[in-house]
């Protein structure tokens, strides 16, 4: 018996010291991550907060950019610059509410395809699908990956019709709805 209690006293430390080695590696390592991703997530909502805060006031920033540019420099410059600053804005506004109405667009039109075809969880995956349709170039990849990761556990055949059913709404919406918007 004295020869077992030592035996189990012995794992204990040995398990003891195999735990603390991990926890002292792996927390602060995971705790990084945790701060890395935070921060991104900061970043990009203070991003969101800044773009708005510019589109709601872009026509006093162009008033200002006017009245520095007429301030500072030529007449003739200060008025390229204002009309440089009009057409950037008018641009960007145009451009943004573009990439927003194709989005919703392709939502809406992704929740009543995977609606009609049966796919389960048809409304997440058309709001996933919308969402990230508005990030340029990537985001329709973003939107399908993890679409079809939650088919794929409910449904592999399933995962596979909605991979062909993306596929084609992507070439829709890429030579047809893009170019019309």
Known sequence: ?????????????????????????????????VVSFGGGIVTFVIGIIV??????????????VGRLGRAFL?????????????????TFGNYVSGQLLDAMIVGIVSVIGLSIFRFPYAMLIGVVMGVTN???????????????????????IAALKFAVFVLLLQQFDGNILGPKI
């Open 74 to 90: 030529p007449e003739r410059a200060a008025g390229w610059l204002g009309g440089a600053a009009r057409v950037s804005v008018e």
């Open 1 to 33: 018996p004295a020869e077992a209690l030592e035996q189990i006293a012995a794992w204990f430390s040995q398990a003891a010291d195999v735990l603390l080695n991990f926890l002292v590696d792996f927390v602060p390592r995971m705790l990084g991550y």
């Open 134 to 156: 508005i990030i340029p170039f990537f985001g329709p990849f973003i939107g399908a990956v993890p679409s079809i990761l939650i088919l794929l556990i409910v449904d592999p």
């Open 51 to 64: 773009s708005i805060h510019l589109l709601m006031s872009k026509e006093k920033l162009l008033s200002q």
